[in-house]
């Protein structure tokens, strides 16, 4: 149904959103236009380009709720929106940070890093509490300054609930950052719902565009909280005034972005954005959830032959399903997959699966009907 909008080989299957996606036709159309035009005319029209970064920030907050594009700043990946807040902050020695101990290394080492200033980094085993969320918030005290998770993991595709976690934050004083890079494309995101203060995700996974180009959420009101540490002319509060000797940051967050835009990924982010908004987050969503429902019934009913590594739970699960064969090692069925041109992963020793919305029902009954040969 959505296959016409991907340029996808017929050969390949592939499920492997989580890690890098492939572009939908429009972007690909998108980034070869921008070449054509920058060879065939340079920057000649950059007050256009500048117009579509402009209707990307819209976009962003659009798939954000975000109350302002004036939150949204465009950075290179996750890992540097993590590292603006984390070395931005104002830290007190003895203060805390509270993460999951199956983070991405990302969303691990940046805290990690500001032992240093004598912060404390707690990895909280999610396996051990009530809940998810309950073994994260048992972990907080009243030197706990910040928590930070990522919405979905990368390993086991835990979706933890993030409404929750918003709220035991604003009743405890910490901070709450989310690292979006597995849920955002994929799933209805909402800043405000939340009561997030930050978050990231680059455009490679769920949202369907090239490595580079990161969005970075901020909420106004903690903005100026954030020191910074990258200086440049594009960060300024009049950016075009080259001949004033002022410091002014802009009081946006562009705030963030020290330099030139990276203005072809911008154009190809925001094909892509066009696409996920037109479906309609809420449908993406739902087909979703869809396929993984039907890849954790498959897995189920073959329980003497694969262990469930992800959450079966309605709620806890997103876009991603690993899983463990018990006759073979992971790495053996990975080959053997990849020899039959299916694109997945081997992640939280297991092997990962990660279709997007528009995933041909057939071709994941087509890789899944590959377990039982
Ligand atoms: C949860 C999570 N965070 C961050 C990243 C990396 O993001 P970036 O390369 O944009 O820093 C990944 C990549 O797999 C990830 O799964």
Not at 177 to 187: K, N, P, T
Not at 275 to 285: A, P, S
Not at 297 to 313: H, M, N, Q, S
Request: with cysteine; hydrophobic share 40%; glycine share 6%.
């Amino acid at each position: 149904m959505y296959e016409s909008e991907f340029p996808l080989d017929d050969s390949v299957i592939y499920l492997n959103h989580a890690a890098v996606a492939p572009w939908p036709r429009r972007t690909v159309e998108a980034v070869k236009a921008f070449a054509e035009e920058n060879g065939a005319f340079g920057s000649r029209n950059y007050a256009r380009w500048v117009h579509t970064e402009s209707l990307l920030r819209e976009q962003l907050q659009q798939l954000l709720h975000a109350r302002s594009p004036d939150e949204i700043a465009l950075l290179k990946s996750t890992s540097e929106a993590l590292s603006v807040v984390a070395w931005g902050l104002p830290w007190t020695a003895g203060d805390n940070v509270v993460i999951s101990s199956k983070e991405f290394p990302s969303n691990r080492v940046v805290w990690e890093s500001l032992d240093v200033l004598g912060v404390e980094t707690r990895h909280v085993d999610l396996d051990k509490g009530d809940s998810p969320e309950a073994a994260l918030v048992a972990h907080m005290d009243r030197r706990t300054r910040l928590l930070s998770v990522s919405s979905v993991q990368y390993a086991n595709g835990l979706r933890l609930d993030l409404a929750k976690l918003g709220t035991a934050c604003r009743e405890h004083g910490v901070l709450f950052c989310v690292d979006a890079i597995q849920s955002l494309g994929a799933l209805d995101f909402n800043v405000r719902a939340c009561q997030a203060d930050f978050v990231m995700a680059d455009g490679h996974k769920w949202l369907l565009a090239p490595e580079g180009l990161a969005v970075f959420y901020c909420r106004q009101e903690i903005m100026e909280q954030i020191a910074l540490k990258q200086y440049g002319w594009h960060m300024l509060k009049d950016p075009l005034d080259f001949d004033s000797h002022s410091r002014e940051p802009a009081h946006n967050a562009r705030r963030f972005e020290c330099g030139s835009p990276n203005m072809l990924g911008i154009h190809a982010l925001h094909a892509s954005l066009g696409l996920i908004l037109e479906t309609g987050i809420e449908r993406i969503e739902q087909r979703v959830l869809e396929n993984t429902r039907c890849m954790l019934d498959f897995l189920a009913a073959r329980g003497d032959r694969f262990e469930i590594v992800t959450p079966g739970t309605p709620g806890h699960y997103a876009g991603i399903v690993t899983f463990k064969p018990l006759r073979e090692s992971p790495e053996s069925l990975f080959e053997q997959l990849r020899q039959q041109h299916v694109a997945c992963a081997l992640r939280g020793g297991g092997v990962r699966f990660s279709p997007h919305f528009y995933t041909p029902r057939e071709k994941l009954v087509a890789a899944l009907s590959l377990l039982d040969a």
